[in-house]
């Protein structure tokens, strides 16, 4: 499941979530703080994500995610653009 949150500004964020409550929470706030947030709650659909859209400056995502894991999507986004910030929790 991919959802996108969108605000017209420059920033933008992934956030990786498998708890729904945790997703909300964190969408919400970043929302709130002006990021355009993509959503989704595994690690597939991110990685779907990170190669199909542009990059975000900002990725926050879940140490466990089923077979694979926050660092290992951490890791994708920054070694395809540096710039991003990467959040694992």
Not at 48 to 65: N, S, W
Request: hydrophobic share 50%; aromatic share 4%; glycine share 4%.
């Amino acid at each position: 499941m991919v959802a996108s949150h969108s605000l017209s500004s420059a920033f933008s964020a992934l956030v990786v979530e498998p708890n729904e409550l945790d997703l909300m929470a964190i969408v919400s706030t970043l929302t709130d703080a002006g990021f355009r947030v993509t959503a989704t709650d595994n690690y597939l659909d991110a990685k779907a994500v990170l190669t199909t859209q542009p990059p975000p400056l900002m990725l926050v995502a879940e140490v466990r995610l089923g077979a694979y894991n926050g660092l290992q999507l951490a890791l994708r986004a920054r070694t395809s653009t540096p710039r991003v910030m990467a959040i694992v929790t």
